[in-house]
């Protein structure tokens, strides 16, 4: 028997091709969704722009992801434009789910997913499609996983979800006429676009605001994130080793804060229009920029791997240092990032 896909794309099972597959797990889980769902179904190239504001300021949370980005208009742009939750039960779910596939959008959900070492634990997962036998295509990305379309037969897919009191939420990743039409323009285009119209950022005189207030360049984050690391070493350096939680806190989502802006600067690099925008011996820079940012986030990665094998005070001590000397490289960085806005956007 054959059976007929509702959604408005093909579905074909696979993966990422490598250089996109390393690319992705950079990002956080639900911005790797977004890279996928912006760069196939729209085929936009210019998704390293969507973060072109994430260089200027963050914050501290106590959370396992200890850095937030305190500018990230994004998030705004998506819950306007693009991203739209819906709550459904169990025996509605595959109606709710063809109605969306059917009128071109994506969705994703919390599914248990299994790793290689045989832990199971629950995620973001982006749903492509479905056909009339109920079979959901699903797509994840991490560090162990690249799967793309991937099939669920009704039953397996039920099993599983997480709802809770009977309730599943599916964030609707709606079609964007305004991403489809950034996938026409040329870069310069793109970023002011982008920067303008659809972040809400301008220029006073020389100083960056996003709506009427001033961005801050501030870095209090990095000394905060310091003196909280050293009151949590009885939670880092246990008798069992460093817990998981604390080693994500530890390296990985430090590196995913600032991976995407080094894509970003990579991208403005490479877009001859952007590139050509650049004002003179700013390119010099931004590779220079780029190349500190890299040995920052290679020392990260050094003392916390170091401090994983070796959990004693001293070790924290090291990696902290390393976080310390990433804020150092960070007042630089922000003046690059800033004179590609100037660049391009005024």
Same mark, same amino acid.
């Given at each position: 028997m054959t059976t007929r896909t509702v959604n408005t794309e093909p579905l074909e099972a696979g993966s990422l091709p490598p250089e996109m597959f390393a690319r992705a797990v950079e990002y956080v889980c639900h911005e790797r969704n977004l890279y996928r769902v912006f760069t196939h179904s729209y085929g936009l190239r210019h998704f390293p722009l969507l973060h072109l504001d994430r260089f200027a300021s963050w914050q501290h949370s106590a959370g396992v992801e200890?850095?937030?980005?305190?500018?990230?208009? !994004?998030?705004?742009?998506? *819950? =306007?434009? +693009?991203?739209?939750? @819906?709550?459904?039960?169990?025996?509605?779910?595959?109606?709710?789910?063809?109605e969306l596939f059917a009128a071109g959008h994506k969705g994703t959900v919390n599914m248990w997913v299994t790793y290689p070492d045989g832990s199971s634990?629950?995620?973001?997962?982006?749903?492509?499609?479905?056909?009339?036998?109920?079979?959901?295509?699903?797509?994840?990305?991490?560090?162990?996983?690249?799967?793309?379309?991937?099939?669920?037969?009704?039953?397996?897919?039920?099993? !599983?979800?997480?709802?809770? *009191? =009977?309730? +599943?939420?599916?964030? @609707?990743?709606?079609?964007?006429?305004?991403?489809?039409e950034i996938a026409t323009m040329d870069g310069v285009d793109a970023m002011r676009r982008i920067f303008g119209d659809l972040y809400g950022y301008r220029w006073q005189g020389n100083d960056l605001h996003l709506g009427a207030r001033e961005v801050s360049l501030d870095l209090d984050a990095f000394d905060e994130l310091a003196a909280d690391l050293r009151r949590s070493a009885e939670q880092i350096l246990t008798p069992d080793g460093v817990p998981k939680q604390q080693q994500f806190r530890l390296h990985k989502h430090i590196r995913n804060r600032f991976m995407p802006i080094q894509f970003y600067l990579a991208h403005v690099q490479a877009d001859p229009a952007l590139a050509a925008a650049l004002m003179p011996g700013l390119p010099a820079r931004v590779d220079s920029a780029v190349a500190a940012m890299d040995v920052a986030l290679g020392d990260v990665l050094k003392f916390a791997s170091l401090l994983v094998q070796k959990p004693v005070p001293a070790m924290l001590e090291l990696h902290i240092a390393a976080i310390l000397r990433l804020r150092d490289v960070l007042p630089a960085y922000q003046k690059v990032n800033l004179d590609v806005l100037r660049s391009v956007t005024r």
């Open positions: 200890p850095l937030v980005a305190r500018y990230n208009a !994004l998030e705004p742009f998506l *819950d =306007g434009h +693009v991203r739209q939750r @819906v709550v459904t039960d169990l025996d509605h779910i595959f109606e709710v789910l063809g634990f629950v995620t973001s997962a982006l749903l492509e499609g479905m056909d009339d036998q109920g079979t959901v295509y699903y797509t994840k990305i991490n560090e162990t996983t690249n799967v793309t379309c991937r099939p669920l037969t009704r039953d397996t897919f039920l099993s !599983l979800l997480d709802p809770e *009191d =009977g309730q +599943v939420e599916i964030d @609707v990743l709606r079609h964007s006429a305004a991403l489809a």
